[in-house]
């Protein structure tokens, strides 16, 4: 079965080619696993959705629209992956925002597993990245539709055995994964990159600090160099797709044995 | 009459939601003027827009093709706007690109005469935009379809008597209007902002750098902070639809007469 979409409820529909989601990337968007037939961690999706949403000044639609279109999916809904989309919709020329927006809200099921459900358990291999994060505090942390530094990215290797790729800002400072968030385990702390200049702050990750606070480990949100991440006692990627990971390898560096990943996996799945 | 739209060659078609120009702004586009029935330097502007595309490393379909589409149009060319689009198109989920993509090109015309038509000769009104410009030298230059920063500056304003904005990066360097590029002219030499950090290289400020130096004045296409744009003995802005303005105020500074942009109209249009 190949994916499908709706545009504003309508399944088959083309997007309009001067939707604002196109010509500008004015637009933001979700992606959840899709498992036993229902979208996982639905509720703190659309909660960070809307917020997303409000950073772009974008009208959100109702909870019951969202949901109206999944029960239209509902009897095909599996397992694999589901994308959600809002854009500022079309409008009158030009890079200002119309006065009275469309939203336009569309879905991409597709049945397929991501590749990720392949991935070796003992622990994934890094690349670090040639391209730097470029810095834009209006957009910081925000999943929005202007994704080309992480295409770029991403295309810097070919080689399947390499799964993720470690990405920095201009001054060095360790940000994310191409495709997802980055933490680390050092002396008892869990370590996450701040994103307030730029990345994209991910459901996934706000669970782990969330439950890692709450089940007595010290979290730290700060500025990271590479330095500090290859010194961890364990690295880990993760997002609402591929869930929580650990890293085996980055360039010369390994990590042969879990540290605490096991124990966050537990977290996040209590 | 509305505008009309070609999604590979076919009128009234829409756009696949999976297509990457949607999903992650994967693509590059241009503008152009329409006047006469006949879009305005053609030929330049198609080869700006493959060179960009090449710069994402997208196969950039024949002229041919896009002269075939331009044809299908001819009947309704009058005056106007025209907008040339070329995504990755669809393919396979996640940042990467396919391997074998499938490219989407696109046209789209509006016949309504932009507003800047009604903009005064006299000189522009200029915004000193808030936000600064993010860094990112593999897409400077580039007229991509990642523009949630224009968009996001354009926002700062409702006034119509502001007719454009003045985006300055990070350090404070002068780097564009918000639609346009920037030029200034001081003491015999026309300056105009490097962009190989942020910004769009447009065809007309190409065409203005080259046209003026064959006249014999001598272009600097340097680093500026905004103490040396004030510093002007005339500042202008241009792009493909709105031709060559020059600019009256800017925030508390004012130009009450033109230093060159009458001769530098003149060298453009010729």
Chains 1, 2 share one sequence.
């Not at 083309?14 to 010509?23: A, K, S, T, V």
């Not at 295409?151 to 994964?177: F, K, M, Q, T, Y």
């Amino acid at each position: 079965m190949s994916a499908v979409c709706l545009v504003n409820g309508f399944a088959g529909a083309g997007l309009d080619p001067q939707d604002r989601g196109l010509l500008y990337g004015d637009g933001v968007f979700r992606t959840l696993r899709v498992s036993g037939g229902r979208p996982c961690l639905w509720e703190e999706q659309l909660d960070r959705f809307a917020a997303d949403a409000a950073r772009l000044g974008l009208d959100f639609p109702e909870a019951s629209l969202w949901r109206g279109d999944l029960a239209q999916l509902a009897a095909n809904l599996a397992g694999g992956v589901l994308k959600l989309l809002l854009t500022r919709g079309g409008g009158q020329r030009g890079y200002r925002p119309p006065e009275t927006p469309k939203p336009c809200r569309m879905l991409i099921y597709d049945p397929a597993p991501p590749q990720s459900d392949a991935w070796p358990m003992a622990g994934l291999n890094l690349r670090l990245c040639e391209l730097r994060l470029g810095a834009q505090p209006l957009l910081a942390g925000v999943k929005h539709l202007n994704r080309l530094e992480n295409v770029l990215a991403r295309a810097e290797w070919n080689d399947p055995a390499i799964h993720e790729g470690l990405l920095r800002d201009e001054a060095g400072r360790v940000i994310s994964g191409v495709m997802s968030n980055v933490l680390f385990w050092r002396e008892g702390h869990l370590c996450t990159p701040r994103l307030d200049r730029c990345g994209v702050a991910g459901v996934t990750r706000a669970r782990l600090m969330r439950r890692a606070a709450a089940a007595g480990y010290p979290v730290r949100e700060s500025e990271f160099g590479l330095d500090e991440v290859l010194a961890a006692d364990e690295v880990m990627v993760c997002n609402s797709v591929i869930g929580l990971h650990r890293v085996a390898r980055l360039g010369e560096r390994t990590w042969p044995v879990p540290a605490a990943s096991t124990r966050l996996r537990a977290l996040l799945d209590a």
